[in-house]
């Protein structure tokens, strides 16, 4: 067995004040990443705006990072970083501007490159430091190598060739304090599908599941919040975090699998939330696994069966019935990039992906 997750992690009330020194140490001057407002609102820009000016250490802001970051917006902020000579980069948010960061990472390590770099496979995948803060519970970004973008040339949406891993992971659950409870919904199950189809995989390991399994028991004390029966507290916020973090490095070993490969044409054709779109497959893909392994998923998440999940993701995520030319399209796009087929411990045909995808033909 092996296991690489590089990433030193740090997960405490107060995280980025805290490691002030870490954070000054990649660097003379920082780009920081995010989306527009979000990452403003939890207050983790102030913080680490703060923590920067007490160092000395000068930065620029990039806040244009849109939901599935596409290949130009990338590209922008590479150009915006190497007019303003940044030599590291922060990324602040949940997905998206953390994958961002870390393509944005690699196009600044690579300035003499175009766009057509970020997915040259078997390329040189060095990249400047990349510090990542996330500010919601679903997404594992910050302890992963994956770095997923919208490219609008191919009406597609997928992970880049290259594996680029964060050097510093920042966890403040406070951050998740200013979350809509639909973003809570949609990034926690989101965790949920990474925990599921890293333990359901054909790479899984004993190292893999046992992280898979520990991320679901912490992941099943937040269910009720996500129904709306209790409100979150700062104890809750952890849990759910941590739930996130256990699932980013589980797919950091095994990588996700069929359901994230259907989720794509959803958000990109239908502009789903990344989780929600996952979410929509997870029971079908559970039904075509063996049993053991679905039961032992089901159990650690707290589930009685199948159909209790399917029921929990209805009321979290409000399921919405999809077109069946959309679903069609799902299978025809994992067809022609089969890699993600390879990931299910059970054979895959086109088939099996109609079944998982629920396409009543």
């Known amino acids: 067995m092996f296991y690489y997750m590089p990433v030193k992690i740090y997960a405490e009330d107060g995280c980025v004040k805290n490691h002030a020194a870490d954070i000054a140490a990649y660097g003379k001057k920082a780009l920081i990443v995010t989306g527009r407002h979000s990452a403003e609102l939890c207050g983790a820009l102030g913080d680490v705006k703060s923590v920067l000016d007490e160092k000395g250490i000068a930065y620029v802001h990039y806040n244009e990072v849109e939901e599935n970051p596409s290949v130009e917006t990338i590209m922008k ?128 390991t004993q190292f893999s599941r046992n992280l898979s399994l520990t991320g679901l028991r912490t992941w099943a004390g937040c269910k009720d919040i996500l129904l709306g029966i209790r409100p979150a507290d700062p104890a809750a916020r952890k849990q759910m975090l941590l739930a996130s973090t256990y699932g980013g490095m589980a797919i950091a070993h095994t990588g996700t699998s069929v359901p994230h490969a259907l989720s794509y044409t959803l958000t990109y054709n239908l502009h789903m939330k990344h989780g929600k779109a996952c979410g929509h497959f997870l029971a079908n893909y559970m039904r075509e696994a063996s049993p053991a392994d679905t039961a032992r998923v089901l159990k650690a998440a707290g589930f009685s069966s199948v159909e209790d999940y399917e029921d929990f993701y209805d009321v979290v995520c409000h399921r919405e019935t999809i077109p069946e030319n959309i679903l069609k399209l799902a299978v025809k796009d994992v067809l022609a990039h089969p890699d993600k087929m390879k990931k299910a411990p059970f054979h895959v045909d086109e088939s099996v992906l109609e079944r998982i995808a629920g396409n009543p033909d």
Request: aromatic share 6%; net charge negative.
């Open 77 to 204: 902020a590479r150009d915006l970083g190497l007019a303003e000579h940044a030599d590291f980069v922060i990324g602040i948010g949940g997905g998206s501007p953390m994958d961002a960061a870390k393509a944005i990472a690699l196009m600044l390590r690579h300035s003499d490159k175009d766009a057509s770099y970020l997915y040259e496979k078997g390329a040189d995948s060095t990249a400047l430091p990349i510090i990542e803060i996330p500010t919601t519970c679903g997404t594992g970004s910050e302890v992963t190598a994956v770095s997923i973008l919208t490219r609008h040339d191919t009406h597609s949406k997928g992970s880049i060739p290259h594996k680029i891993f964060g050097n510093l992971a920042l966890l403040d659950a406070r951050y998740l304090e200013s979350a809509s409870p639909s973003t809570l919904a949609s990034t926690a199950i989101d965790a949920f599908a990474h925990l599921t189809e890293s333990y359901i995989s054909s790479d899984a």
